[in-house]
């Protein structure tokens, strides 16, 4: 979709690094998330925001965190970087009734070294 | 929220109708049934949604009987660009916390 726009699309990293990456929407979404999907497994969920001043934590949130800078802007922070975080990160947006669909961006490939 | 099943994989034949069936034993009476579809190197798009009986839009159906404990995304005619993976999900109106399964990996042959 191309109204999510996630960056960089693909990372490469040595562990212990700071990663950071970011989404941003054109879509006036209030609802914004942050999942990562491992090979042959489904999409689960790291962070939630239903706004700027609302964070919420996901499944599977040890080792991350996530700034909601703005309306349209939501990054996550791999703080010190581990192989095992090796995955495809996917950023959604939604309305702000739950049973809209949520929209997906073309995800992050992060591989760490 | 309620555990799916889904057949791991499905091959098809271009200008055939494709069924993929969804078990979900547990389903909550304020669950809704959502099937997402996902591309090599794309994120999901989400594909139909449902409650009960039949609901039909430009690109799917989905069949849900009346006890609701299972669910059928229908793909009329398949082309080549329908290979993708196909996700059931289920859960309540008042949740954002969508759970995908491995889902129905789909392919089509010319």
């Known amino acids: 979709d191309a109204d999510v726009t996630q960056t960089p699309r693909n990372r490469i990293t040595k562990t212990g690094k700071r990663i950071m990456l970011e989404c941003s929407q054109t879509k006036g979404h209030d609802r914004m998330y942050w999942y990562r999907q491992d090979p042959g497994l489904g999409l689960r969920l790291i962070y939630y925001s239903f706004d700027v001043k609302d964070i919420n934590k996901g499944e599977i949130s040890d080792g991350y965190s996530v700034s909601r800078q703005a309306q349209a802007k939501f990054s996550l922070s791999l703080e010190s970087a581990i192989p095992n975080q090796t995955a495809l990160y996917f950023c959604a947006t939604s309305e702000g009734d739950p049973r809209q669909p949520q929209h997906f961006g073309d995800g992050t490939r992060l591989s760490i070294l | 929220l309620a555990k799916t099943t889904q057949p791991i994989s499905m091959d098809s034949y271009e200008g055939q109708e494709v069924n993929i069936t969804c078990s979900h034993n547990n389903i909550a009476t304020n669950d809704y049934i959502t099937w997402y579809q996902q591309f090599p190197s794309q994120g999901p798009r989400f594909i139909i949604q449902?409650?009960?009986t039949k609901v039909t839009n430009e690109v799917a159906s989905l069949f849900i009987p009346a006890d609701r404990k299972s669910s059928t995304l229908s793909l009329p005619r398949v082309s080549l660009s329908d290979t993708a993976v196909y996700y059931c999900?289920?859960?309540?109106?008042?949740?954002?916390?969508?759970?995908f399964g491995t889902g129905t990996r789909l392919q089509v042959f010319p």
């Open positions: 999900l289920v859960g309540p109106y008042n949740t954002d916390k969508l759970i």
């Open positions: 449902g409650y009960k």
